[in-house]
């Protein structure tokens, strides 16, 4: 069983910084890509970033403003958003593309899927 579990969210002022952190834990074999995506009130979900092992990829809305990184050890994504403005509010949550390794048989059988955490509220108001 893999869980994401998202934290960092909260209230901030237009302008202002968040950091986001998500953490992927269970019978983890290896990570591809990982990523946030956010759904705001009336809207639908929409990608703002994503990691692999060698790059990153913006919405545009965001460019210049939030930066993805990961750290392999630890099976974690962050999302430092900067220059915070009222649109960005909005649930955010954490994707990764996940292998797992089921020991059952008694040899490894290895899955593919792709998991999502429960999300992490951001609210941009003054």
């Known amino acids: 069983q893999v869980q994401l579990v998202e934290s960092g969210g909260g209230l901030v002022q237009p302008g202002g910084s968040l950091r986001l952190s998500c953490a992927a834990s269970?019978?983890?074999?290896?990570?591809?890509?990982m990523g946030w995506y956010r759904q705001a009130p009336g809207k639908e979900r929409e990608l703002v970033a994503t990691i692999t092992s060698g790059s990153t990829n913006y919405a545009a809305s965001v460019k210049g403003r939030f930066t993805i990184s990961r750290d392999n050890a630890k099976n974690t994504v962050y999302l430092q958003m900067n220059s915070l403005k009222p649109e960005d509010t909005a649930v955010y949550y954490c994707?990764?593309?996940?292998?797992?390794?089921?020991?059952?048989?008694?040899?490894?059988?290895?899955?593919?899927?792709?998991?999502w955490g429960k999300g992490a509220l951001v609210t941009v108001s003054s």
């Open positions: 994707n990764a593309d996940i292998v797992t390794a089921d020991y059952g048989l008694g040899y490894p059988t290895y899955y593919g899927m792709d998991y």
């Open positions: 269970g019978s983890i074999f290896s990570i591809n890509a």
